[in-house]
């Protein structure tokens, strides 16, 4: 199993930028996708972006152009770089992971939230 730990997560003013973390651990060798999801108070969870094991990044098109991932293989560590952030962004984010082994050996952070004022 993959254990994740987000942070970087905070209150941030429009426009603003900030950097979430998703540090991975365990079995990391067999992560397929890295991804990044976000849930609004009253909404269905979504998903922000991801990129595959070999790199490939897909983005949504709500944040297309404003977020950036990125991956640190030496640290183990994914990275969700956030600019030009609106009040609709306001989410508690997730970072997940899909495995080569299979669904039953997906994972999840505990969430991390940002909160952008207006």
């Known amino acids: 199993q993959v254990q994740l730990v987000e942070s970087g997560g905070g209150l941030v003013q429009a426009g603003g930028s900030l950097r979430l973390s998703c540090a991975q651990s365990?079995?990391?060798?067999?992560?397929?996708?890295s991804n990044w999801y976000r849930q609004g108070q009253g909404k269905q969870r979504e998903l922000v972006a991801n990129?595959?094991?070999?790199?490939?990044?897909y983005y949504a098109d709500s944040v297309k152009g404003r977020f950036t991932l990125s991956r640190d293989n030496d640290k183990n560590t994914v990275y969700l770089q956030m600019n030009s952030l609106k009040p609709e962004d306001t989410a508690v984010y997730y970072c997940?992971?899909?495995?080569?082994?299979?669904?039953?050996?997906?994972?999840w952070g505990q969430g991390t939230q940002v909160t952008v004022s207006s």
């Open positions: 990129i595959t094991r070999g790199g490939t990044t």
């Open positions: 365990g079995s990391i060798f067999f992560i397929d996708t």
């Open positions: 997940n992971t899909q495995s080569l082994l299979g669904p039953e050996y997906e994972s």
